[in-house]
């Protein structure tokens, strides 16, 4: 076993909270957490939809082995139908949330309709109920969760919520649990927000006591622990740098899109770097970062709590940003930082800090002010329509437009409609770098050619998370692959596609495949859940959910015309390092993806691929 | 030799496995509510904390106790609760100066930290060492290295 086997339906207009006994045909087809999740939305959504819609759903779910002693097993996702590309939304955080929601014994919760007034949602155990939030409207995430705690006289508490971001409806907003932990891309926030969900908000005192063989169980959770500790990345790298680790690795490989992406390598990257970081400031003889921090149930601990300066401009009278706090990650530093050619470091962690607070992704925030600031040189936007002086390298731009987006004041409202809207609107929509509607993370896809296709076919727009091919092309893991090399990269792609569902799903971090394969997770899943949750079958189930997403994505009218990149890609050369000179080649890739996932010219899945999986 | 669990709070990342290992070692499940380590985050600072019974040779839940529900285990120098003979009357919860006995509902009876019989899960499942089982005459061995090598290894002034 190790799901919990039901789920609660919450309808919104209806105000009814009901338990439902989890399709366990379904659970073993499709995991947990973003596989199951998805089979339940595209079983009960029409892909037609309005995202922000009451029709929408969305859905908050839990893996097998989350709340377990698996190492990283405590991340739950948000699947819904995303407002920013109007493709299936998936996002994935960590934190405690999620193996709260599985403590109090519940796999999944699937909200439906629209509340007439503010409310949260608060589950004790098999108790759940919605109550009136009109006193949480208006309120940032840093508020509403101990405001949440208070109530119920209950520190132990945990809060899954939007801020004021998720409120107003920006088109990237987050759902933020534990402060500063997010299920941040796609827009997942603006979704509860326009359902007048405020939070969901937990306590579990139930535990997880289903493991099928218990003692198997910790010993494979033993060795697998084992094997993340003695790994460089998972063991040494992550944990005493973060994933910033990457900052300079990146811009050494000539990968790090700078300024819009109008360069690859970017000069101020040592100053936003994990090292800068760590080193003390003239100012105050302290270090940026304070510490690291795990998720529930993590040994690698990647996590970074950073104190700004005191004596910086953002924070001048400002005494609540003073202490310290989550950040900063690669795709915030590179997003907030390199994206707009900014290089103070303390300006990125009070932009991220105000991402946390409001509940907005930071690498669409990051990108869409990238945009903003090659129009702002361009002529085409000016700071009397700004309110500020914007051009790229501005920490004050930065951190004036973070004041602005969540709360949607000035040029904020537009901001927070995200670059492909935005540079539309102005006519200038070949300065969006984006995806089916959604920003690029921090990697070039013109340079390093696997993770270019994995952008273009990613099924909920330009996203790292869904085929880290960076793994290969750039650190050698599994097997090293030239980033310039389009051959082969189709077949790289898939299978890296596919087992990032898998992993997803069973309710663990994807960062666990720097060191773990499958048949490292297999014995976990094997132990917690079934015999049957072989390697083979466990890239199969995610070859199934890849399927699956993206043939809701087809039927809510996307077709091989979306699996594209932005024209700057694959027009304009890089201009310096390793990869001078190379545009992507994605019309070589696409073609023949296609035919190895077993799809046809325009990108649907043929009627043998849908059987062959089960679909 | 007693031994005695050893918290260093600065190589706590805050990933709970130890209040699994607890949960898990007692009642064999992954209960974090049903811990008796408990991790405390402190935002503002960054600082994770994990806190547990110290076993006090003084003891105040002992003595406290009156159906002599709690005993010494004179191997591992453990105050171990008997789930017999507690009545759930919550006296020692209100005289430990430290809060780290507690009721637990669903039994009916009072939890604390029993060591496991001189194997702590805690301290096996803890991935950074900031919980560990140590000669508990020597809890302060590791500051007393740092300060020496502070101390010892700078350069001499003459």
């Not at chain 1, 495949?513 to 079958?537: H, I, R």
């Not at chain 2, 002992?62 to 591992?76: F, G, K, N």
Request: aromatic share 8%; proline share 4%.
């Amino acid at each position: 076993m190790s799901w919990a086997g039901k789920l609660l339906r919450v309808n919104l207009t209806s105000g009814t909270c009901i338990s439902e006994p989890i399709n366990m045909k379904w659970a073993k087809e499709y995991l947990g957490s973003r596989g199951l999740a998805s089979k339940y939305l595209v079983e009960e959504l029409d892909p037609k939809v309005d995202p922000l819609s009451t029709e929408n759903k969305m859905i908050w779910a839990t893996g097998p082995l989350t709340g377990t002693m698996a190492s990283t097993g405590g991340r739950y996702t948000v699947v819904t139908k995303g407002p920013l590309t109007g493709a299936i939304a998936c996002s994935n955080s960590g934190g405690y949330w999620g193996a709260e929601l599985k403590m109090a014994g519940w796999d999944m919760v699937i909200v439906e309709g629209k509340s007439p007034k503010p409310v949260y949602l608060y589950i004790e155990n098999d108790k759940a109920e919605l109550i009136d939030a009109s006193e949480l409207w208006g309120k940032t995430v840093w508020e509403t969760e101990p405001a949440i705690k208070t109530k119920h006289q209950d520190p132990q508490i945990r809060v899954s919520c939007i801020g004021r971001a998720g409120e107003n409806e920006v088109l990237y907003a987050a759902i933020v649990n534990d402060l500063h932990r997010a299920a941040g891309r796609s827009g997942v926030g603006a979704v509860m927000g326009s359902k007048n969900l405020k939070a969901v908000a937990v306590r579990g005192t139930k535990g997880v006591g289903n493991i099928k063989n218990p003692k198997a169980f910790m010993e494979a959770t033993r060795a697998g622990k084992a094997v993340l500790a003695g790994n460089a990345v998972t063991g040494e790298g992550l944990p005493t740098y973060g994933t910033q680790v990457l900052m300079n690795v990146i811009n050494e490989v000539g990968a790090l899109p700078t300024r819009n992406h109008q360069d690859v390598q970017f000069d101020g990257a040592k100053d936003i770097s994990a090292e800068a970081m760590a080193t003390p400031r003239a100012s105050d003889g302290k270090a940026h970062l304070v510490t690291n921090q795990a998720c529930f149930a993590c040994t690698i601990a990647c996590g970074r709590i950073s104190k700004i300066d005191d004596t910086h401009f953002s924070i001048e009278n400002k005494p609540q940003y003073m202490n310290a706090s989550g950040g900063l990650e690669y795709e915030a530093a590179w997003a907030l930082g390199a994206a707009n050619g900014v290089n103070d470091l303390e300006a990125l962690q009070f932009a991220n800090m105000l991402c946390n607070e409001d509940g907005f992704d930071p690498i669409s925030f990051g990108a869409t002010v990238g945009a903003v600031m090659e129009m702002y040189e361009m002529g085409v936007l000016t700071k009397e329509q700004l309110g500020i002086e914007a051009p790229f390298g501005s920490a004050k731009a930065l951190c004036y437009f973070a004041e602005i987006t969540a709360n949607g004041v000035g040029f904020g409202k537009e901001l927070g409609l995200g670059s492909a809207r935005l540079t539309k609107k102005y006519g200038q929509p070949d300065l969006s770098m984006s995806v089916k509607g959604q920003e690029f993370p921090a990697y070039d896809g013109r340079v390093i050619q696997g993770i270019g296709l994995a952008y273009a076919t990613s099924n909920r727009g330009a996203c790292h998370l869904r085929g880290y091919t960076i793994a290969s092309e750039v650190l050698g893991i599994p097997v090293k692959t030239e980033p310039a090399d389009t051959q082969g990269k189709p077949e790289l792609v898939k299978a890296f596609q596919d087992a990032t569902a898998a992993f997803d799903s069973a309710g663990i971090c994807i960062f666990t495949s720097f060191a773990w394969t499958l048949a490292d997770v297999a014995p976990q899943l094997q132990s917690a859940c079934g015999d049957e949750f072989t390697v083979e079958n466990l890239t199969t189930i995610g070859e199934r959910i890849w399927n699956m997403e993206r043939d809701f994505n087809n039927r809510a009218g996307f077709t091989s015309k979306d699996d594209k990149l932005p024209k700057r890609l694959m027009t304009e050369a890089a201009k310096t390092g390793p990869g001078k000179g190379s545009v992507s080649g994605l019309e070589k890739m696409l073609p023949e993806y296609y035919k190895i996932r077993g799809w046809d010219p325009e990108g649907r899945p043929s009627a043998e691929t849908l059987k062959r999986l089960g679909l | 030799m007693q031994k005695s669990l050893h918290i260093n709070a600065d190589k706590c990342t805050g990933c709970l496995q130890c209040e699994m290992a607890c949960s898990y070692e007692h009642y064999g499940v992954f209960n974090t509510s049903k811990s008796r380590i408990k991790v405390f985050e402190f935002h503002d600072t960054g600082k994770k904390v994990p806190y547990t019974c110290t076993q006090c040779s003084e003891a105040w839940c002992l003595q406290a106790c009156p159906v002599d529900a709690i005993s010494l285990d004179i191997i591992t120098g453990a105050k171990v609760v008997s789930d017999d003979t507690c009545v759930g009357c919550k006296v020692c919860t209100i005289s430990c100066p430290f809060g780290t006995i507690n009721y637990v509902q669903d039994t009916g009876k009072v939890q604390k930290c029993d060591l496991c019989g001189g194997d702590p899960a805690c301290a096996t499942a803890c991935p950074t060492q900031a919980i560990t089982y140590v000669d508990a005459d020597w809890t302060g061995l590791d500051k007393m290295r740092e300060w020496a090598d502070k101390l010892g290894n700078q350069n001499s002034s003459n």
